[in-house]
């Protein structure tokens, strides 16, 4: 465990940061979501999706660190609703973290909670969205949290800011499309775009007009935000003619390092600096695939935005002239995708927890169920797809919270055996891995850990099925990422390549296809977190598992009671 001096070194910090944040005037946001049925018009149809407050993207939460965010969520909509504040530490307030039945209970039509949480030791993009069935397709914004006042950025202020949310959107009621899919087990239908801030771009039916445009001025250095909130879907993301020098990955800032393409995995959020340093005229951004899996159907266009320059002269360019369009990557171009990885570090030399109480090993990937006698099922070889963790499926309980049964001790809705390591080990990344390995165990287990352990991780992608790279997210922890590798993690040589000096530092991982990732935290938050696969679809199939936290000692090491109006089920 990290030792007593650490712990309580921890403690004078949370509660200087209390002092500082009354010594600096922190704020008290509030806000008010009502989750509502909204017509949206893309691809030349109009479909009435999910929205809040009629936006789509939803509202961007603009806060600095340190401040407190109140957010009332009224749901208006047919469905059952959590909404998920990504990235956000959420130190003792695990009931504001948002995942269905894992932190709360739904938001039922016509109810209503308010979250309430206070933002610490962290700055940069995170966002929030939907933590309900696929309502995140469409529920979606950015939370964009500011330096305290007198505080500046560790780089040149930027000229402006500019947040820029990668989205998907189907041609049809995303909800009904994963019904289909649990109700034939097999994979659900691809989206029919990507989109910018809401919108597809000019390259799809009916999209020219409304294709996001962003006007700059020559010279000027933006601060440009990506946010990849598909549901499904990695992306390449290139701006025409321009080099983006990238500061800060998922509210963490990073040594500054330049590059010409971003890979971003759902759930992860990157920071980059642009100097507008070309020819005024218009340039494109833009975004498609990084398609990992082997054989498998995926959305295979581009989205695109528009950069204009306003040199304020007499020239006018105009929308008749078409914008230089970006040289993106091949959708199966791993290689770019792990030189981008390796390029993030921390910004300083980082004091690497230790020594590792709890060496956990997780296996991550697909895997297939039976069909039932008589059934005809949409999968492989007449079988439901399905997911897992160390061949554990993961299933969300439905008449309890995971976070309200541990609180209150209800017996018999979880068990804490989830296993350290895979029950049977293999060579995971062998072509043809023994058929009867493809089915999981369908279970709802957590891992204890007690407060202050430190946490180390080997995540190894499986070729169950098809390997994939995985983006894996943890509920309420940043991490470091100590290595990342391919093929099966081999503990005395890989060993060797972990950086000890400044790994990064994020709230998700892209897990390399038929390859491994290390990381590592203190368990210093106490409650019930969930880890899972950002993918929606995985978590859909089961690949996800929870951590049961403990508490430590005295108010500042326990989880808060939870509040009143705490959604029932």
Same mark, same amino acid.
């Given at each position: 465990?990290?030792?007593?001096?650490?712990?309580?070194?921890?403690?004078? !910090?949370?509660?200087?940061?209390?002092?500082?944040?009354?010594?600096?005037?922190?704020?008290?946001?509030?806000?008010?979501?009502?989750?509502?049925?909204?017509?949206?018009?893309?691809?030349?149809?109009?479909?009435?999706?999910?929205?809040?407050?009629?936006?789509?993207?939803?509202?961007?939460? &603009?806060?600095?660190?340190?401040?407190?965010?109140?957010?009332?969520?009224?749901?208006?909509?047919?469905?059952?609703?959590?909404?998920?504040?990504?990235?956000?530490?959420?130190?003792?307030?695990?009931?504001?973290?948002?995942? &269905?039945?894992?932190?709360?209970?739904?938001?039922?039509?016509?109810?209503?909670?308010?979250?309430?949480?206070?933002?610490?030791?962290?700055?940069?993009?995170?966002?929030?969205?939907?933590?309900?069935?696929?309502?995140?397709?469409?529920?979606?914004?950015?939370?964009?949290?500011?330096?305290?006042?007198?505080?500046?950025?560790?780089?040149?202020?930027?000229?402006?800011?500019?947040?820029?949310?990668?989205?998907?959107?189907?041609?049809?009621?995303?909800?009904?499309?994963?019904?289909?899919?649990?109700?034939?087990?097999?994979?659900?239908?691809?989206?029919?775009?990507?989109?910018?801030?809401?919108?597809?771009?000019?390259?799809?039916?009916?999209?020219?007009?409304?294709?996001?445009?962003?006007?700059?001025?020559?010279?000027?250095?933006? @601060?440009?935000?990506?946010?990849?909130?598909?549901?499904?879907?990695?992306?390449?993301?290139?701006?025409?003619?321009?080099?983006?020098?990238?500061?800060? #990955?998922?509210?963490?800032?990073?040594?500054?390092?330049?590059?010409?393409?971003?890979?971003?995995?759902?759930?992860?959020?990157?920071? #980059? !600096? #642009?100097?507008?340093?070309?020819?005024?005229?218009?340039?494109?951004?833009?975004?498609?695939?990084?398609?990992?899996?082997?054989?498998?159907?995926?959305?295979?266009? +581009?989205?695109?935005?528009?950069?204009?320059?306003?040199?304020?002269?007499?020239?006018?360019?105009?929308?008749?002239?078409?914008?230089?369009?970006?040289? !993106?990557?091949?959708?199966?171009?791993?290689?770019?995708? +792990?030189?981008?990885?390796?390029?993030?570090?921390?910004?300083?030399?980082?004091?690497?927890?230790?020594?590792?109480?709890?060496?956990?090993?997780?296996?991550?990937?697909?895997?297939?169920?039976?069909?039932?006698?008589?059934?005809?099922?949409?999968?492989?070889?007449?079988?439901?797809?399905?997911?897992?963790?160390?061949?554990?499926?993961?299933?969300?309980?439905?008449?309890?919270?995971?976070?309200?049964?541990?609180?209150?001790?209800?017996?018999?809705?979880?068990?804490?055996?989830?296993?350290?390591?895979?029950?049977?080990?293999?060579?995971? +990344?062998?072509?043809?891995?023994?058929?009867?390995?493809?089915?999981?165990?369908?279970?709802?287990?957590?891992?204890?850990?007690?407060?202050?352990?430190?946490?180390?991780?080997?995540?190894?992608?499986?070729?169950?099925?098809?390997?994939?790279?995985?983006?894996?997210?943890?509920?309420?922890?940043?991490?470091?990422?100590?290595?990342?590798?391919?093929?099966?993690?081999?503990?005395?040589?890989?060993?060797?390549?972990?950086?000890?000096?400044?790994?990064?530092?994020?709230?998700?991982?892209?897990?390399?296809?038929?390859?491994?990732? #290390?990381?590592?935290?203190?368990?210093?938050?106490?409650?019930?977190? @969930?880890?899972?696969?950002?993918?929606?679809?995985?978590?859909?199939?089961?690949?996800?598992?929870?951590?049961?936290? &403990?508490?430590?000692?005295?108010?500042?090491?326990? @989880?808060?009671?939870?509040?009143?109006?705490?959604?029932?089920?």
């Amino acid at each position: 465990m990290a030792s007593a001096s650490a712990l309580s070194s921890r403690l004078l !910090l949370l509660l200087a940061c209390s002092v500082l944040a009354l010594l600096a005037g922190a704020e008290v946001h509030h806000h008010e979501f009502i989750v509502q049925e909204t017509p949206v018009k893309r691809l030349c149809n109009t479909h009435n999706v999910i929205t809040v407050n009629g936006q789509l993207p939803g509202p961007t939460l &603009e806060v600095r660190e340190g401040d407190t965010v109140v957010i009332n969520v009224l749901n208006h909509a047919q469905y059952n609703v959590t909404i998920h504040w990504h990235g956000i530490r959420q130190f003792r307030t695990g009931w504001a973290d948002g995942p &269905e039945f894992v932190t709360q209970c739904p938001i039922k039509p016509g109810g209503s909670y308010k979250y309430r949480f206070t933002i610490e030791g962290q700055e940069g993009t995170l966002w929030w969205h939907a933590h309900s069935s696929w309502l995140r397709a469409t529920v979606y914004g950015a939370l964009i949290i500011r330096p305290r006042e007198n505080k500046t950025y560790p780089f040149e202020k930027p000229t402006r800011e500019v947040p820029f949310l990668l989205g998907e959107w189907w041609d049809a009621d995303p909800i009904q499309v994963i019904r289909e899919a649990q109700r034939t087990g097999g994979a659900p239908n691809i989206s029919d775009a990507y989109t910018i801030n809401g919108q597809p771009g000019d390259l799809y039916n009916c999209s020219k007009q409304e294709t996001t445009a962003i006007p700059v001025k020559p010279g000027e250095t933006a @601060l440009l935000r990506f946010i990849n909130a598909a549901l499904n879907q990695e992306l390449f993301v290139s701006i025409a003619q321009h080099k983006m020098t990238v500061v800060g #990955v998922d509210a963490s800032y990073t040594k500054p390092f330049t590059t010409s393409v971003l890979m971003i995995a759902p759930g992860q959020t990157t920071d #980059v !600096l #642009v100097t507008m340093d070309q020819a005024p005229t218009r340039y494109y951004i833009a975004a498609r695939a990084y398609d990992s899996a082997q054989g498998v159907a995926f959305d295979n266009t +581009t989205t695109t935005a528009v950069i204009e320059y306003d040199c304020g002269c007499a020239t006018d360019f105009g929308p008749s002239i078409p914008p230089a369009f970006p040289v !993106l990557p091949a959708f199966n171009d791993t290689n770019t995708a +792990t030189a981008f990885a390796a390029g993030i570090k921390s910004p300083h030399q980082v004091k690497i927890p230790g020594p590792v109480d709890e060496n956990l090993f997780f296996t991550v990937g697909l895997g297939l169920f039976n069909c039932k006698p008589g059934q005809q099922c949409g999968g492989p070889n007449n079988a439901r797809f399905t997911a897992s963790m160390n061949n554990i499926s993961f299933v969300f309980p439905q008449t309890t919270s995971l976070l309200h049964a541990h609180y209150y001790g209800i017996p018999d809705v979880f068990t804490t055996d989830f296993p350290a390591y895979p029950p049977v080990q293999f060579d995971y +990344t062998a072509q043809n891995v023994p058929r009867d390995l493809w089915q999981p165990v369908p279970a709802t287990k957590l891992y204890k850990l007690k407060f202050g352990s430190v946490v180390q991780i080997v995540l190894q992608d499986t070729s169950i099925v098809s390997p994939e790279n995985h983006p894996i997210h943890i509920h309420g922890y940043d991490f470091y990422i100590l290595a990342e590798g391919f093929g099966n993690f081999d503990p005395k040589k890989d060993a060797e390549k972990f950086n000890y000096v400044d790994p990064p530092q994020r709230n998700t991982v892209a897990v390399p296809v038929n390859g491994w990732a #290390v990381i590592r935290f203190v368990a210093d938050n106490p409650g019930v977190w @969930l880890m899972h696969c950002h993918l929606d679809v995985h978590i859909t199939w089961g690949l996800a598992m929870a951590f049961l936290v &403990e508490d430590g000692y005295g108010k500042l090491e326990t @989880l808060e009671a939870p509040p009143v109006d705490l959604p029932m089920c």
